[in-house]
């Protein structure tokens, strides 16, 4: 019991740490592009959220950025991307063709990058404004501290299961 | 402008051309298919048109109306600065096989990857190209989406999330 209390006091503390050390990945595809550089640029000031250093290797990032439209034939190098970021790993739709398809609805668009990857959080607009990207990130932040991620969600799951397998799982998290 | 340049394609090219219209200084000569290359090349070699430019070479699809599709070279020539639009009439077959229409790779090296774009898109055969893969869709697409009865909302993915993944 004490020992179970002690880990879930830790990961908060681990969590406060990655929310505030998200370095970004940006997949950048198209015109959202332009509005991806103004925000990560100094007016905007991302580095108060700690997350405004772009790594070029998905290895070496948390935060993947999906900025612009997907279309069908990006989609397996988007996938393998994904899958070349070591966990814990975080994703963002930038801008709504990246969460939807935006107002492509044709034989070469991807209706929404979540079509191929899990997305933790949307940013709509066409392009959003700076505001709306600051907000998204903070989402992002607070999602992280309360382990809602996609890989948090699933680590959780996976080790409940684990748990319940050795029938150690007492209390229901 | 370009009137000059039509009217002698008019003149050389004779009982081939088909029709001819000009609009705000866009002048246009349709041929038939079979004959577009030869027309093509007459263009290119005679010295007062020489169109010696291959500026563009896209397709159109008229759905519904027979010759079904137009492929429309758009000349340039260098030497008098005119420009000349020339459409080739491709009828799809009866027995619906691939439409068919001869290659300009061998006037202009240019035609190759828009032969390519235009098979791709459109679904339009040319014969004698070199190379005749697809160039903008992926391997595994099946049709011509450009065509207009491709359905509109018709997806073909490439990947998807697995099941697993909530």
């Known amino acids: 019991m004490g020992l179970e209390f002690y880990t879930s006091r830790l990961g908060d503390a681990i969590n406060w740490a990655r929310k505030y050390s998200l370095f970004q990945y940006p997949f950048v595809t198209a015109c959202c592009g332009m509005e991806f550089m103004a925000v990560w640029?100094?007016?905007?000031?991302?580095?108060?959220?700690?997350?405004?250093?772009?790594?070029?290797?998905?290895?070496?990032?948390?935060?993947?950025?999906?900025?612009?439209t997907i279309t069908e034939r990006q989609g397996p190098v988007l996938r393998r991307i994904y899958e070349q970021m070591c966990e814990p790993k975080w994703t963002v739709a930038f801008g709504v063709c990246a969460s939807t398809g935006g107002f492509y609805q044709n034989y070469s668009t991807m209706p929404g990058a979540d079509q191929c990857i899990p997305i933790d959080v949307y940013i709509p607009g066409c392009p959003p404004r700076p505001e709306q990207v600051l907000d998204g990130l903070i989402m992002l932040q607070d999602k992280i501290q309360e382990k809602r991620g996609f890989v948090q969600r699933r680590e959780r799951r996976e080790h409940d299961e684990l748990l319940k397998a050795k029938g150690k799982l007492k209390v229901i998290p | 402008?370009?009137?000059?340049?039509?009217?002698?394609?008019?003149?050389?090219?004779?009982?081939?051309?088909?029709?001819t219209h000009?609009?705000?200084?866009?002048?246009?000569?349709?041929?038939?298919?079979?004959?577009?290359?030869?027309?093509?090349?007459?263009?290119?070699?005679?010295?007062?048109?020489?169109?010696?430019?291959?500026?563009?070479?896209?397709?159109?699809?008229?759905?519904?109306?027979?010759?079904?599709?137009e492929v429309v070279y758009h000349l340039r020539s260098f030497k008098t600065g005119a420009r000349l639009r020339v459409k080739a009439l491709v009828?799809?077959?009866?027995?619906?096989?691939?439409?068919?229409?001869?290659?300009?790779?061998?006037?202009?090296?240019?035609?190759?990857?828009?032969?390519?774009?235009?098979?791709?898109?459109?679904?339009?055969?040319?014969?004698g190209h070199p190379d005749l893969r697809r160039i903008l869709m992926y391997e595994e697409f099946v049709g011509?989406?450009?065509?207009?009865?491709?359905?509109k909302e018709k997806r073909q993915p490439l990947v998807r999330r697995p099941p697993d993944e909530v």
Request: aromatic share 10%.
């Open chain 2, 22 to 69: 000009s609009y705000r200084g866009d002048d246009t000569v349709v041929v038939e298919g079979v004959n577009a290359l030869q027309a093509l090349r007459t263009l290119r070699d005679d010295p007062e048109v020489a169109m010696n430019f291959l500026s563009d070479l896209t397709a159109v699809d008229y759905f519904g109306r027979e010759p079904r599709f």
């Open chain 2, 1 to 19: 402008m370009s009137v000059e340049a039509l009217n002698r394609a008019k003149e050389i090219l004779g009982a081939t051309v088909v029709s």
């Open chain 2, 91 to 127: 009828a799809e077959p009866e027995d619906g096989s691939t439409p068919t229409c001869a290659s300009a790779v061998e006037l202009w090296a240019s035609a190759n990857w828009m032969e390519r774009e235009v098979w791709d898109l459109y679904g339009i055969k040319f014969i």
């Open chain 1, 41 to 68: 640029a100094p007016k905007y000031d991302v580095a108060r959220f700690g997350a405004e250093f772009p790594r070029f290797s998905p290895r070496q990032a948390d935060l993947l950025i999906i900025v612009g």
């Open chain 2, 144 to 151: 011509h989406p450009l065509r207009k009865d491709y359905p």
